[in-house]
């Protein structure tokens, strides 16, 4: 199994440009999620999906998109890119465990800068 | 504040046991204690969780207080292979199911020989 797959893993945007970071996993979970991480800080989370069709926000969502139409994929989009999007983007996925105790994996990252 | 409280740094020598301290004295009764690990350019790589009860795997051992409000990670042999940034995480459920992982800084590992 490839487990979590981040794609591209280095992207310059120009501010006001647009982009999807895409992720797909393989291990049929049905929860995933997408955070950043900024230097010196842990992760905070953007959006989270519970299975397809469903989204909801997380943590800091502005600027972001979502969405999940198939239970593999789940595309993070850049509407209109600013310099305060710079970061490592991290997609994460687990099964849906009631109990809580769903072990999240998660991707290599991917690396954007907007200039 | 749901974030959790860590050292910011810790060294410790090859072969020696580390123990890891985190504080978390606003968990609420249902929220679970995870910890990942972080290496440089990678994802957080899950180590272990529990709730109530110490917990045992093959990568580590978490105890946790009887009043849950702090737990500690213990690596029983560091290797140079460890030297990560080590992140204690409450973790709940979110509205329609699926969890929440709360980060905060972390604790950066070092291991020398």
Redesign the interface.
């Given at each position: 199994n490839a487990g979590v797959t981040q794609t591209p893993k280095f992207q310059v945007l120009k501010t006001g440009q647009s982009m999807t970071l895409q992720c797909a996993q393989d291990m049929n979970h049905e929860y995933m999620s997408w955070y950043r991480q900024d230097p010196g800080m842990g992760l905070r989370l953007i959006h989270y999906s519970v299975g397809a069709g469903i989204t909801d926000q997380g943590e800091v969502p502005n600027g972001y998109n979502v969405s999940r139409s198939t239970t593999e994929d789940f595309p993070l989009r850049l509407l209109s890119a600013a310099p305060s999007q710079t970061s490592v983007y991290f997609c994460a996925s687990s099964k849906r465990d009631r109990l809580n105790t769903g072990e999240l994996f998660f991707g290599e990252g991917s690396r954007l800068t907007v200039l | 504040d749901a974030?959790t409280t860590q050292p910011n740094s810790m060294e410790s020598n090859e072969e020696e046991p580390v123990h890891l301290p985190c504080n978390h004295s606003t968990i609420s009764g249902?929220?679970?204690i995870h910890w990942?690990r972080q290496l440089p350019?990678?994802?957080?790589?899950?180590v272990i969780?529990g709730l109530t009860s110490n917990v045992n795997n093959r990568m580590a051992s978490l105890a946790i207080a009887e009043d849950r409000k702090s737990s500690t990670l213990i690596l029983h042999r560091a290797t140079l292979r460890d030297a990560a940034v080590y992140?204690c995480i409450r973790?709940?459920?979110?509205?329609?199911?699926?969890?929440?992982?709360?980060?905060?800084?972390?604790t950066q590992l070092k291991v020398e020989l």
């Open positions: - | 974030k249902t929220d679970y990942y350019s990678q994802g957080p790589e899950y969780h992140y973790v709940y459920i979110l509205t329609g199911g699926g969890n929440k992982l709360t980060f905060g800084t972390g």
